[in-house]
């Protein structure tokens, strides 16, 4: 295969090196673009056809349904694998030997004491704030409380980087655990070092003053699940915004407060909580789901199937996969029947078969499923997304360090100038 692409412009030729991923994925490097052409750019709004950056993290085939991190597969993870090995994996490249899982588990757990001046500033907060507002707040107000967080030298202090990547892991659990907390009115509390990871963040969530939390290994097993499945996504809205903030050199916590931004919005992480609301709408709404698909396929109606397509599967969408089997064993095991259930199903199989879906790949995404396990947990739906960022920390920590240890340049696109030429100012008077 020739390494090369050309390129035509105004009858002058010029070459650009290919880059060939380890799947063979085959890339053009316009790294030299402007200076060889004289100030060239490509456009491409949405980076739909633009590989940011290299990356050793995640592997997904959108044509073939296929997710991978670090080389293992989604479905070998999600059903053997702890959340926190699957960070581990994600962050430092491999599955953790014993030791160093008990050391980094040790080392989360003595991080995970939250500076006491935070709940006075999430008891400040009006009962009608959205807990992804609240979480992405408090998140940037830890770096306060670890000032020296946003001017360590990552590059040069592998210790300082591991501290403060523990540190994200061990309090931004207490942080969501707190807001849900102050949402179902209960008094905030710390939750209990001697359980595991996920363990452990159930009963910071849901345990009742007075009251013995007993666990139910159903839900710990499904939240273990979940957070695996959304744990990294390669370089999506949140993961982009992530790594370009970290590209100004600005800190973790900076950083992730910012990827929590990003994926509040209901066309990426915001679709969880958007899914349910819709499914309960179609259902208050007698349930016809047909009528639903014929809102979503009108252009003149802004109406969207929330938790259907994605921009990278155009066939399914693994983790969904994955989803609707434990989303079954999870209402079959706690007993609970849900009508939401039924219209999902009824408009999966619709959309399946429709010209207008399977014309434009669209198929369930990972989201389409998950409120539905979330709510018969006892979550409610405002904290759906809050649970997606639970489970995308590790992406976005390993993300931000790989960007930062191959010491990527600042995050800086050009543009297309479309506005006015230059124009003289007239004073106010005269115009
Ligand atoms: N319902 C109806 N039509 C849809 C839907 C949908 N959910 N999604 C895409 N389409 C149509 C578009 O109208 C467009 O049709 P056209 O070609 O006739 O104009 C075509 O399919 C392509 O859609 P785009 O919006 O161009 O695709 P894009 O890759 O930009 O967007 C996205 C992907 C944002 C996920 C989109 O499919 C969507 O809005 N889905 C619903 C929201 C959702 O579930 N988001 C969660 C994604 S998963 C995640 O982030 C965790």
Redesign the pocket.
Known sequence: MSKKAKLLINNQEFDFPLVLGSENEISIDVKQLRSITGGVTTIDP?FKNTASCESKITYLDGEKGILRYRGYAIEDLANNASFLEVAYLLIYGNLPTEDQYKKFNDDIKSESIVDEDIKKILEAFPKSAHPMGILSSLTSALTAFNPTSNTIDYNRSKAELYETIVKVLGKIPVLIAWTIRKKNGLPLDYGDTSLGYVENILKMMFKKPNETYVQNPILVNALNKLLILHADHEQ?CSTSTVRIVGSSHAGLFASISAGISALWG????G?NQAVLEMLESINDDGGDTNKYMQK??DKEDPF????????VYKSFDPRAKIIKVATDEVLDDLGVVDPVLDIAKGLEKEALSDKYFVD?S?YP???FYSGIIYRAMGIPSDMFTVMFALGRLPGWIAQWREMRLRNEPIGRPRQVYTGENHRKYTPISNR
């Open positions: 949405g999506n209901p066309l990426h992480g679709a979503a396929k969207r199937l929330m938790g259907f397509g994605h921009r434009r669209l995404n990972v989201d």
